[in-house]
């Protein structure tokens, strides 16, 4: 997917700080210069997408207000653009949700519903656009579609 909308794959590639180092926090699943965060989550269950909201306001916050977090941001940048960015301030969150039909606000769980207006809030605050979209998986090869050997929908595939 990173390949695909021009950006750098981030995908499990943390940067740790002091508030945050037992795991570390993964920015973002795809970064697209100069400042898109995209976070790309299954939308099978509330559970994932409350871990997609979180991810995005965790991530954003940190790279937004803390000295330390920015720093381990840019040194990843221009490592993973070899050198060709210095820096990437944080305008946009794109959260993609994966599911195999439009996410609508209809089609959302009430506690995602929820969820979703509190971390647009706290995102605005940090003076960033915020967008959720939907990621649909390709359609089966007819030959795929034949021997029923289409891959299922990965989203830690970027």
């Known amino acids: 997917m990173a390949e695909t909308i021009g950006g750098y794959c981030l995908d499990k590639k943390v940067i740790k700080t002091p508030l945050h180092s ?4 993964e920015p973002c699943d795809v970064f697209v210069a100069p400042g898109t965060l995209v976070h790309v989550k299954r939308g099978r269950r509330s559970s994932d997408l409350s871990h997609l909201l979180a991810q995005g306001l965790v991530s954003t916050d940190a790279l937004s207000r803390d000295e330390n977090a920015r720093i381990a941001w840019r040194k990843r940048i221009e490592e993973e653009s070899h050198g060709k960015l210095k820096d990437a301030e944080i305008k946009d969150v794109i959260l993609a949700i994966g599911k195999d ?3 609508t ?3 959302l769980f009430t506690f995602t519903k929820v969820n979703l207006v509190k971390q647009f809030d706290a995102l605005r605050y940090l003076d960033v656009q915020v967008r959720v979209v939907t990621v ?3 359609s089966p090869t ?3 579609a034949a021997a029923g050997t289409q891959e299922p929908f990965d989203s830690s595939t970027k």
């Open 22 to 25: 037992r795991g570390g926090i």
């Open 101 to 103: 039909h439009p996410i």
């Open 105 to 107: 606000v209809d089609s």
């Open 136 to 138: 649909i998986p390709p």
């Open 142 to 144: 007819p030959s795929q």
